[in-house]
Structures are given as C-alpha cells and as structure tokens.
C-alpha cells in the first residue's frame, strides 16, 4: 500500500486548490474567448455558469475525494462497486491527457515570452508586429516544442516531490505575487488612451452579440477555469484533512479564480482597443497585447519578464494538478513508482503536445472539423469531455451517493452549520444537470 499524502495546512489547501484553477485558462483562454463571443454579456452568462453549475461541482467533487479518500477512478469503484460509475474517472484521464497536451504548448509559448520581453525584442514594436512575431513563433517548429518539453520536464520533477513539498509549496508563496503583478498591468493598462472602450467591451452586456454557442463556450470554460469535471478536484480533495470546511474552500477557489480572470480582462482589453488590436483575434490575444502595455512602463522589460515568468508558474499549479490525476491512479490502483509513472505520464501527454504544436505550422493543413490538432484538443476538453464528466458528477452526488456520506463531509460531521444542504442537493440534482444537459444538446446542435 503507498503511504497517502495530504497538504500540511488550511492554507495549503487553498493554495493548491486555487492554484490548479488559477492559470492560463484566466489570463490566456477566458479573454480571447470573451472577445470571440461578444463580451459583456458572454461574461454574465459565465459568471451564472460559475455559480450555479461551477460551485456545486466542485463541492461534489471535493466531497467524493475526501469521503473516498482514493484517485479519481477508485473513488467510484469504491462508492459504486460493480456499477459503471467508474467511467467518469476514465474519461477524467482521457480528459487529463487532452488537457495537458496543449496547456503544455501555451506554457512553452510564456516560457518564451519570458525571455523575448526580458531581452527587449519587444521595443518599438507595433501591434501588426507583435500579430507577426506571435504567428511565426508558434508556426515554426522546433521553438515551441522545446519550451513545451521543458515546461513538462519541470511540471514531472513537482509532481515526483509529492504533495506537501511540491505542489504546496510552490503556490502558496507564487500565488500572491502574481496578483499583485496583474494589479500593477491593470493600473498601467486602465490608463492607456481609449482604456473606456476596452472596459465598456468587458463589462456592458450586448445580447445580440452573444450566440447560444457562445453560451456552450462559456460553460466549457467554467469547467476548464475551475479544474472541474475530470476528477482533478476529486484527487485534490482526497487529500484534504477532514477537519476542513468543503463549502467554504470551494467558494473561495471559485471567487479567486473568477476575480483573477476578471483583472486579466481588465488589462487586456484596455489594451487590445488602445493598440487597434482585434478583440475576436483568437489564442494570441494576450501574447500580442500585454507585450504593448509592457512597453508603456517604466522598466517595462522587467515588469513584462516577471509577469511571463509567473504565468508560467500559474500554468505550472495547473498542470502539476492535472498530471497528479494520472500519476494518483496508477500509484494507488497498481502500486506503479510515482517517478516512473511520472516519467512514462509526462512523455506520452509531452509527444501528444508536439503534435499540438505542429499543427500551428507544418500540420497545419490537417484539419477536423475545421480546427488543427491543437485546437481540436481543446474544443474536445473544455467543451465536451469535462461538461459531460461534470454532468455525471453531479447526477452522481444528486442522485446514486449515499445521502449520509454528503452530509458528513459537508458538515464534517456535525461539526458546521448545515443550513445550506436544501440548496447544495437542489444545485446538484436539478439546476446543474438540466442547465448542462440544455446548453450542451443546443450547442451541439441536436436541439
Ligand atoms: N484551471 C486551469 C486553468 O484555468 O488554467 C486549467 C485546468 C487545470 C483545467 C486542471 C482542468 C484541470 F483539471
């Protein structure tokens, strides 16, 4: 049997959890998907994706962790023996896998940017060059693979450390500074001229903008923003100490996630109008504009190094929680060696990667349906697969769990205020599933 670890302190949890859910999905995905779909009112739309259907599922899934104790597989084959139930662990590692092949890529991209910005290519520099700069970069070839490999390459070596000595110590002290650092882009960026109609695209809501695939985006990105939906959470909560409260943990990863990705709006939208850029540009929205706002600030080469040095250090939270789903499995179900399931996890996620990277240059031409490879594993994650585990998740806690296990872990028994289990049950058994069942079957089209 492997001795479980668990985080050291409140704080470490929190960290930790948080850091899984703060990363490029707040300050790389959410903005250049809020550009493609409208803005404003694709924000609201997220943010009721947030509360009603991103909170519950993340209670559930810490829920289903901490009672069971085990990986996102052996959590449903020990509550639901001999049931099928355990397919929503499976397609949890499937969706890992996609995942983590082209957060890698992007990863790469920031690792790169760190030394562009630190090296000051980015001076006098006009938003058509940075659009060109961005586009040959990732197009070319062997660039982009060997960031994506070192990325992975450090992502393996926390993960092999363990718990406590490395995923929580890496965020809870990198966490903070990132906030602060983004503050500091907002002022600067809030500042620039024609600021107001970068707000203005943010935050006022115009429904005719907004399509119900906008609406099927935004819930895929609630998913992807969050951790949730593919057992990440799960594994995570396996690892929290009972005496933790599940609500209040959940609610505080979700506000700061939100908050996070809302202050990285702020920054760069500001930008992307005070620059001419296209909002609806797409994946090299942020790589393109904070650049610019860099070059507005005093020490501006510093600032921007420090800022990619700490987005990499965010993605490195995620994917060090991501790569923990696949490595927790196969230690726990099959007494594998964390660091060789940790080698053999990161190299076969790392080889999928390159083909991800590929397909901005020379794969290009391969497309289904109408997205290159890249593209394709991202669609397929943060919209399909992780809706779909989400959805079974919480017709799982809604429906097949034992009533008295959700109680226990909500109340640590007996010990909390249990006032808000009518609304949690009611969350999980109805809105959620019928709100992802709706949206999803709208967008893809069956309905
Ligand atoms: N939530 C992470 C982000 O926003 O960057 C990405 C992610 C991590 C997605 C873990 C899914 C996951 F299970």
């Known amino acids: 049997m492997v001795e479980r670890d668990s985080f050291g302190t409140r704080l470490g949890v929190l960290a930790a959890a948080a850091g899984s859910a703060i990363g490029l999905g707040n300050i790389w995905r959410f903005p250049y998907i809020l550009g493609k779909n409208g803005g404003g009112a694709f924000l609201i739309i997220y943010l009721i994706c947030i509360v009603i259907i991103?909170?519950?599922?993340?209670?559930?899934?810490?829920?289903?962790?901490?009672?069971?104790k085990k990986n996102a597989i052996g959590a449903f084959k020990k509550l639901a023996p001999k049931t099928p139930w355990s397919i929503i662990g499976w397609m949890g590692l499937l969706s890992a896998i996609a995942v983590l092949s082209f957060y890698g890529v992007v990863a790469?991209?920031?690792?790169?940017?760190?030394?562009?910005?630190?090296?000051?290519?980015?001076?006098?520099?006009?938003?058509?060059?940075m659009t060109n700069i961005f586009t040959s970069f990732t197009s070319s070839t062997w660039s982009p693979i060997l960031w994506q490999l070192l990325f992975m390459f450090i992502t393996g070596y926390i993960v092999v450390s363990g718990i406590k000595d490395g995923i929580e110590k890496y965020s809870k002290i990198l966490m903070p500074v990132l906030l602060i650092l983004i503050i500091i882009l907002?002022?600067?960026?809030?500042?620039?001229?024609?600021?107001?109609?970068?707000?203005?695209?943010l935050f006022e809501p115009n429904f005719n903008q907004l399509t119900l695939n906008g609406v099927f985006i935004?819930?895929?990105?609630?998913?992807?923003?969050?951790?949730?939906?593919?057992?990440?959470?799960?594994?995570?909560?396996?690892?929290?100490?009972?005496?933790?409260?599940?609500?209040?943990t959940a609610l505080?990863?979700?506000?700061?996630?939100?908050?996070?990705?809302?202050?990285?709006?702020?920054?760069?939208?500001?930008?992307?109008?005070?620059?001419g850029i296209k909002p609806d540009t797409g994946a090299g929205l942020a790589f393109m504009s904070l650049p610019l706002?860099?070059?507005?600030?005093?020490l501006g080469n510093l600032f921007g190094a420090l800022f990619f040095i700490l987005l990499t250090v965010a993605a490195l939270t995620s994917s060090i929680s991501i790569l923990e789903v696949i490595v927790a499995y196969f230690t726990e179900e099959y007494n594998f060696s964390r660091t060789k399931i940790t080698i053999w996890g990161a190299s076969f996620v790392s080889i999928i990667g390159i083909i991800c990277s590929l397909s901005n240059g020379v794969l290009k031409k391969y497309t289904i349906f109408n997205m290159n490879f890249m593209d394709?594993?991202?669609y397929l994650s943060a919209n399909i697969l992780l809706p779909l585990g989400g959805l079974l998740i919480s017709i799982f806690v809604g429906y097949y769990m034992d009533k008295k296990i959700i109680i226990t872990q909500l109340y640590n028994n007996g010990t909390l205020s249990n006032k808000s289990i009518s609304l949690f049950m009611f969350l999980?058994?109805?809105?959620?599933?019928?709100?992802?069942?709706?949206?999803f079957l709208k967008g893809i089209k069956i309905i």
Request: aromatic share 10%; glycine share 8%.
């Open 186 to 201: 907002d002022i600067r960026a809030l500042t620039l001229d024609r600021a107001n109609e970068g707000l203005k695209f």
């Open 218 to 248: 935004a819930l895929g990105h609630a998913f992807f923003s969050l951790s949730i939906g593919m057992g990440t959470m799960l594994t995570y909560g396996s690892y929290i100490n009972d005496s933790e409260n599940l609500k209040s």
């Open 252 to 275: 505080k990863v979700c506000i700061a996630d939100t908050v996070i990705a809302i202050l990285a709006g702020l920054a760069i939208f500001p930008a992307v109008f005070a620059y």
């Open 428 to 439: 999980v058994k109805i809105v959620s599933p019928i709100a992802i069942i709706f949206v």
């Open 54 to 68: 991103g909170i519950p599922i993340m209670i559930s899934e810490f829920i289903i962790g901490r009672s069971t």
């Open 108 to 129: 790469g991209w920031c690792m790169n940017y760190v030394v562009s910005t630190a090296t000051n290519t980015f001076i006098g520099k006009t938003a058509q060059d």
């Open 293 to 298: 706002v860099f070059q507005q600030m005093p």
């Open 376 to 378: 394709l594993m991202n």
